[in-house]
């Protein structure tokens, strides 16, 4: 059984900042904290089917991936949605069937052989990426997701 960094009590009253002041003060490691975040994943997630992937490299070294070791939030476990920006090795899977298995790096491939395009600027990949859309090319996941300004 994994030693946790702190009681499950404390951890559902702590936040980002607290977790933060914990690790500044010496209280627990990062690697601590990422150990116990997966193991409120594996507690929770069989009846949530939310969290699709650990990352274990990342919770066994937690500088692996190049996390700032002095920014605020240093070590402070988080979940993400993989729609959107994809992280450069890791499964970029955006909630669909059809895209199972795929990284960043297998859509980046997609878009250039379905599009056939070599672009040299950052400004002619998206206008290639949004005319793919028009074509409905590529899939349009998340495209009816509503964008409010606020009043």
Do not use: C
């Not at 946790?4 to 607290?18: I, N, P, Q, R, Y």
């Amino acid at each position: 059984m994994t030693r946790l960094a702190m009681t499950w009590e404390a951890w559902g009253k702590a936040d980002a900042v607290a977790l933060s002041e914990g690790l500044h003060r010496g209280d627990y490691s990062a690697r601590e904290l990422a150990k116990q975040a997966a193991a409120a994943i594996q507690n929770v997630n069989p009846s949530l089917d939310a969290v699709r992937e650990i990352f274990s490299d990342v919770i066994e070294d937690p500088l692996i991936d190049g996390m700032n070791p002095s920014g605020f939030f240093r070590g402070v476990p988080f979940v993400m949605k993989d729609l959107g920006p994809g992280l450069k090795g890791r499964l970029q899977e955006m909630g669909s069937r059809f895209m199972q298995g795929n990284s960043e790096e297998a859509i980046r491939l997609q878009e250039k052989a379905l599009t056939k395009a070599t672009y040299t600027t950052l400004k002619e990949e998206l206008q290639v990426t949004l005319d793919s859309y028009k074509k409905g090319i590529l899939p349009k996941i998340s495209e009816d997701t509503p964008i409010e300004s606020p009043k």
